[in-house]
């Protein structure tokens, strides 16, 4: 392949450059950042004074190499709906190809007593504001909602006189401090997370799945039968509605958990309870269990490579054939909402969830199930049980105030008081990496080299919103996905 490089004066009309080229080769020198671009003026964040019209505050942004600057503060006037009516408009900055030039768009939504929000078009808008326009009754009431997307600012070569602090997105810094912390030092131990790509704008992530090699990522939308699908560690995405084999709509209701077993994915939810098993990554879903009397199916495990369980509001469940069928193994007392599972082996089954203080665990492979720990934690959500290894099980609650990080040391059996980890009650997934525990804590990641008992910051903010995901894929990059979707990768950092 020849060499390029630019861009250089022309001399006799020797070095012409088109915008298209220029375009590629800014938005591959800032590695594909798109974003409004923090600490410049007011970020272009959108108010609004009661009335019709709103702010878009000085600043600038970058999309696909094409850059926006606004100098002074931009008024934009929304449409009145029509009394009895609401509406929602999106606000972003779009490249407009025709007109050759950035500007501030109204993305206008329809009027309706229950409006939907418009699309953002994801090849040319930064996304800026939802703006709710509520005109049900006199006075019309505006709502803005901020959906900025920050560009990430990269360490630089550039001397200043700013402090770089642990746990603060990192700025302009001396070029000794920046050689020093691309070393790993100053107790900085991660780079700086790269936003990558959002599955949906303005949804919910509501489940998820990583495959074995964490390559393949499934993640649903909160109350839809639609997911999303990745194969590059969140980096595209292709929208799945799932299906029967014969091609028709499969409706879910709320995807509640998902599992693998062999080849086949298994996801769990319902209006009323029911299983879907896919072949093919869910573009075609077969129902294979269903129960009237529940609401949903809650949480999924697989046991061994023909083997899984569930929950099934009081009901446990069990499969033995990949998925194909499924029949009642177990009851429990009262009516628990189980949502985390953990298999450690020889039969031993650990599980946890809502509406329960207790930890449960069965050593017969969930046909009977004894508490071994009274929790504070009822009213919490458990969202992950993990075995780290010889013994050692952590269990984290999160959406609660009373949430709490515990630990066991003998397979389940008995159980420590819990932890908070920087006085925060939110714990909500894991990622065991070798020695390294990592765990998220809303948008922060959290690591411990020694078994869960002592944790360290590691990142303060891995995401824009709070982490629901924590993977890693090939090349050592550790990816998260965000409550509302968004896709960040970053780097682990050694001495």
């Known amino acids: ?167 603060e997105i990192y700025g302009k810094v001396k070029k000794e401090k920046a050689n020093a912390l691309n070393n790993g030092q100053l107790g900085i131990n991660m780079r700086q997370f790269i936003f990558v790509s959002r599955p949906w704008h303005n949804e919910d992530i509501y489940s998820w799945d990583i495959s074995y090699l964490g390559e393949v990522i499934i993640a649903s939308k909160n109350g839809d039968s639609i997911m999303a699908i990745s194969d590059d560690a969140g980096l595209t995405w292709k929208n799945i509605k799932p299906t029967t084999a014969n091609g028709i709509p499969n409706d879910l209701g709320e995807i509640k958990c998902m599992a693998r077993c062999s ?121 992950f049980l993990k075995h780290i290894g010889n013994g050692i099980v952590l269990l984290g609650y999160s959406e609660g105030y009373r949430g709490s990080l515990y630990r066991s040391t003998d397979y389940g059996l008995t159980w420590d008081d819990g932890i908070r980890i920087d006085n925060c009650s939110d714990y909500r997934c894991i990622l065991v990496e070798g020695e390294t525990i990592y765990i998220s804590i809303r948008n922060k990641i959290f690591a411990s080299e020694d078994k869960g008992v002592t944790w360290e910051l590691k990142y303060a903010m891995a995401n824009c919103s709070e982490i629901y995901l924590l993977g890693k894929r090939w090349g050592g990059i550790i990816y998260t996905i965000g409550a509302d979707g968004h896709v960040f990768w970053g780097y682990p950092m050694t001495a």
């Open 1 to 167: 392949m020849a060499e390029e490089s630019g861009f250089f004066t022309s001399v006799a009309g020797d070095r012409k450059y088109t915008a298209r080229f220029m375009n590629e080769k800014m938005n591959d020198a800032m590695q594909g950042a798109d974003g409004v671009i923090a600490n410049v003026d007011g970020e272009l964040i959108i108010t609004g004074d009661g009335s019709l019209s709103v702010n878009i505050a000085p600043g600038s942004a970058i999309k696909k190499g094409v850059y926006y600057r606004n100098e002074d503060n931009l008024r934009i006037t929304l449409l009145e709906p029509t009394l009895g009516k609401k509406r929602y408009d999106r606000i972003a900055i779009r490249i407009d190809h025709y007109r050759r030039k950035m500007v501030a768009k109204v993305l206008q939504g329809n009027e309706s007593t229950e409006p939907i929000e418009p699309n953002y078009g994801n090849e040319n808008d930064i996304a800026l504001a939802k703006v709710l326009i509520d005109h049900t009754e006199d006075p019309v009431v505006v709502t803005v909602t901020d959906e900025r997307q920050m560009r990430p600012i990269f360490l630089t070569n550039m001397n200043s006189i700013d402090e770089l602090k642990e746990g």
């Open 263 to 383: 080849d086949n994915a298994i996801f769990g939810g319902g209006t009323h309870a029911r299983i879907l098993r896919s072949t093919n990554n869910a573009s075609t879903c077969v129902v294979k269990f269903e129960d009237t009397e529940e609401d949903y199916v809650s949480a999924l495990l697989t046991i061994d490579n023909h083997s899984l369980i569930g929950f099934c509001g009081k009901k446990v469940i069990a499969s033995n054939d990949c998925g194909m069928t499924w029949t009642q193994k177990a009851s429990f007392i009262k009516d628990l909402e189980i949502e985390a599972l953990e298999n450690i082996g020889n039969g031993v089954i650990l599980a946890a969830g809502h509406g329960t203080e207790k930890i449960w665990r069965s050593t017969d492979s969930g046909a009977t199930w004894t508490a071994v720990k009274t929790t504070e934690v009822e009213s919490c959500n458990a969202s």
